[in-house]
């Protein structure tokens, strides 16, 4: 059994800041690539910033320079939001590869964590 469960988010004001974190949990083997991933009503899902074994990051366009994405050794990883605008009003869901001792690899995704900016 794998897991990934978010938390952090909230309501904000435009400019405001938010950290979001998800926490791996189960029969893990190794975790790979881990991202973040937002839905706003009505859209695509996109993604927003991802971060591989080794600390390599990557974010899209629209929050380069705002936000930072991390990991920690405990199978964590976190999205630190700074300059929220309200275009980044979203469902923000976790995913992230890993290795299973029963299931093999597994791309698994959390249930998401809502993030709502106010102008």
């Known amino acids: 059994q794998v897991q990934l469960v978010e938390s952090g988010g909230g309501l904000v004001q435009a400019g405001g800041s938010l950290r979001l974190s998800c926490a791996a949990s189960?029969?893990?083997?190794?975790?790979?690539?881990m991202a973040w991933y937002r839905q706003a009503p009505g859209e695509q899902r996109e993604l927003v910033a991802y971060i591989t074994r080794d600390g390599t990051t990557n974010y899209a366009d629209s929050v380069k320079g705002r936000f930072t994405i991390s990991r920690d050794n405990a199978k964590n990883t976190y999205l630190q939001m700074n300059s929220l605008k309200p275009e980044d009003t979203a469902v923000y869901y976790c995913n992230a590869g890993i290795t299973s001792p029963t299931l093999g690899f597994v791309n698994s995704w959390g249930k998401g964590t809502l993030v709502t900016v106010s102008s």
């Open positions: 189960g029969s893990i083997l190794r975790i790979y690539d």
